[in-house]
């Protein structure tokens, strides 16, 4: 008779409910092996992350996604040695993926953006203003306004006052108008342009105050962009939320009263402005110091801050509120790519933005041309 002692245990035979002992335990082992794994993984993401220039949260981020991940496949592999269907299961997980990008699409974007190394820099906000061009014209060329040889002309403006701001005009349009900038929902922006005729009966320019990164309320890299949004914003409620743009003419701005309507200067924004108070959408640093700024620049050429001029709000993108960082060699801190232009931080208009680009040509010519 055989001695029950010398008989193997044979695991598989033994089950609890449908799975078998053997089959429990091995994904047991198995489940064990994946957490180790797991562990192992973050641990080594997160040494190789600690050497790089990346943000903190960026890294933080991306150790906690790279560990969802290996949990989603420890589950899949456990549920497979237990004999449960997986398909199902991942449809379930593609469905809930999809979802939750959907939901976070905003924060999948900041931590894009933080892969690139970024810092604020000082821009300028303010307004449009627009006067007749054939007062311009008279301020300018005096007794011979109107001589058919000469050209819409045009003014170069700046000053700088007492309470440690500056004051220039910007992108000036003769014979031109105010045009609609906006690039995201919800928001009003102006700017202005002048075909090649410039023959219109207006004359306009930004009339703008320098912003530094003190005044965008946060250290943040991206506070700046924050902070034209909010005056954005503000214009687009206060023109009345259907993209009517806020306007006020000079002399009531200066005596701090809302306008009703034009007076000789019809404003030339489409789709069309709303006669108010703008005040109410520029923080008090930008009004005051406009109209601080205002008769000091008529002195400059007379009938630029005639009672009758308009001013359009809001004038926010001059120049951008951020920069990428690059080294000598070009280069930001994603090897191979070269920041260059307005959008990077590194020019103020057309011509300083191409000969940056030029400058950036050069620099990528001497690594790849040769």
């Known amino acids: 008779m055989e001695n029950p002692l010398d008989q193997k245990l044979d695991l598989s035979a033994l089950h609890l409910g449908n ?11 198995t489940l064990v092996i994946c957490l180790v794994a797991v562990r192992l993984l973050t641990a080594l993401l ?45 449809a379930l997980l593609s469905v809930l993926s999809l979802a939750v990008s959907l939901a976070v699409q905003n924060v999948l974007a900041n931590v894009a953006g933080g892969l690139v190394l970024l810092v ?92 530094t990164p003190a005044d965008f309320g946060s250290s943040h890299p991206l506070a700046g962009i924050a902070f034209q949004r909010r005056l954005e914003e503000a214009a687009f409620r206060l023109g009345g939320g259907g993209y009517a ?36 959408c520029l923080p008090e640093f930008v009004w005051e110091t406009l109209a601080l700024a205002l008769p000091m620049l008529d002195g400059k050429v007379r009938g630029y801050a005639q009672g009758d001029a308009v001013l359009t709000a809001v004038e926010t993108r001059s ?4 920069r990428i960082i690059r080294d000598n060699s070009g280069q930001c801190n994603v090897r191979g790519l070269y920041p260059c232009g307005e959008g990077a931080g590194y020019a103020g208009g057309i011509l300083s933005a191409a000969a940056d680009g030029m400058r950036c040509a050069e620099k990528i010519w001497e690594v790849y041309g040769k």
């Open 19 to 29: 799975i078998s002992l053997g089959t429990l335990l091995g994904t047991l082992l």
């Open 245 to 280: 743009a806020p306007c006020q003419r000079v002399e009531d701005f200066l005596a701090g009263r809302p306008s009703t309507g034009p007076g000789r200067v019809i404003p030339s924004y489409r789709p069309g402005v709303r006669w108010t108070d703008l005040r109410q």
């Open 46 to 90: 997160r040494r190789v992350l600690a050497q790089t220039h990346m943000d903190a949260r960026v890294q933080k981020y991306l150790v906690r996604t790279v560990q969802l991940v290996l949990w989603v496949v420890t589950v899949l592999i456990t549920a497979d040695q237990l004999g449960i269907p997986v398909t199902s299961l991942v």
């Open 120 to 211: 604020t820099k000082p821009f300028a906000v303010g307004v449009r203003i627009e006067q007749r061009q054939s007062d311009c014209d008279a301020a300018q060329y005096k007794q011979y306004a109107g001589h058919p040889g000469l050209p819409a002309s045009t003014y170069k403006l700046s000053c700088h006052l007492s309470n440690g701001r500056g004051v220039f005009s910007f992108c000036v349009c003769p014979g031109g108008q105010v045009v609609a900038a906006a690039s995201e929902e919800g928001r009003v922006v102006t700017n202005g342009m002048s075909e090649y005729a410039r023959d219109r009966e207006n004359i306009n320019g930004g009339l703008l105050v320098n912003v």
């Open 319 to 322: 120049s951008s509120p951020v």
